[in-house]
């Protein structure tokens, strides 16, 4: 199979629509419900509850994406990585974490969370779903960093 900026472009294109779909859904639900007034209940643990929220946020849109990426970076400083599918699993996974990341922030947007940790959590999602966005100037920009051709005849697993 050919791969080509193109074709690696829409691959990831896919693959964060697939992801993201259900993510996208329950953000629109529950800015309706938010609109409306409807809340999720907390109780008395809101401040803990805003807290926790807004920690899983952080980590899963910025601190585990950093992790990864510098894991990847050292892998391949080591010549462990040098074909595209190590690149698409990577890339994967730091779309997968954004998607956890807009649950979360979603989740404390809900809840009526204290606006500190509930602007934290979406400013974290947002960061988190922008770095995975697939253009292609930062695709040929992850290319050139791995030393991976823009365009090479590979097979598929």
């Known amino acids: ?5 193109k ?4 691959k990831l294109t896919g ?4 992801i993201f779909a259900l993510p996208l859904i329950y953000f629109i639900s529950a800015a309706i ?4 007034g409807i809340f999720l209940p907390t109780g ?6 805003s807290f926790f929220l807004f920690l899983v946020s952080v980590t899963t849109g910025a601190a585990l994406p950093v992790l990864v990426r510098t894991r990847f970076h050292r892998k391949y400083q080591s010549g462990m990585i040098t ?7 990577r890339e994967k996974l730091l779309i997968f974490f954004s998607a956890l990341s807009l649950l979360s922030a979603t989740t404390a947007y809900l809840t009526n969370s204290a606006p500190l940790y509930t602007y934290g959590s979406v400013l974290a999602a947002l960061y988190g779903i922008y770095g995975v966005l697939p253009f292609e100037a930062r695709i040929i920009n992850d290319l ?6 823009e365009t090479a005849n590979v097979e598929e697993k």
């Not at 199979?1 to 900026?5: N, P, T």
């Not at 008395?44 to 509850?49: L, R, T």
Request: charged letters at 25%; zero cysteines.
């Open 33 to 36: 419900l938010h609109n409306r």
């Open 7 to 10: 074709s690696i472009t829409l």
């Open 1 to 5: 199979m050919k791969i080509d900026i």
């Open 44 to 49: 008395e643990f809101k401040g803990m509850i």
């Open 83 to 89: 074909n595209f599918q190590d690149y698409i699993k």
């Open 15 to 18: 693959i964060l629509s697939l």
């Open 144 to 149: 050139r960093t791995y030393k991976l051709p």
